[in-house]
């Protein structure tokens, strides 16, 4: 599965980590992702969502009904 929030869009992003002798070499900065089941009541059933913390966050702000929507018009598949 890939680091990526479906509400947000999050995905990992790319920097350099450094030695104590400050060498540099590539390393991956992956974001808090998290798998949650929301219960969708205009739907009658759950959906499982793959979504940041900060996403998370954002649910319990706008709602779940609100949400999904705005992962449906983005084109992802709820």
């Known amino acids: 599965m890939s680091a990526h ?3 947000t869009g999050r ?4 920097g ?8 540099r070499t590539r390393r991956r ?3 808090n992702i998290q798998r949650k089941r929301y219960w969708l009541p205009g739907e009658g059933r759950f ?4 979504l940041s913390a900060k996403g998370l966050k954002t649910v319990d702000a ?3 009904e609100t949400a999904v929507a705005r992962i ?7």
Request: glycine residues 6%; charged residues 25%; hydrophobic residues 35%.
């Open 5 to 7: 929030c479906q509400l």
């Open 11 to 14: 995905k990992p992003s790319f």
């Open 16 to 23: 350099n980590a450094i030695s104590h002798s400050h060498r």
């Open 29 to 31: 900065f992956d974001p």
């Open 47 to 50: 959906v499982r969502l793959t």
């Open 62 to 64: 706008i709602g779940i």
């Open 72 to 78: 449906r018009a983005r084109g992802e598949k709820v």
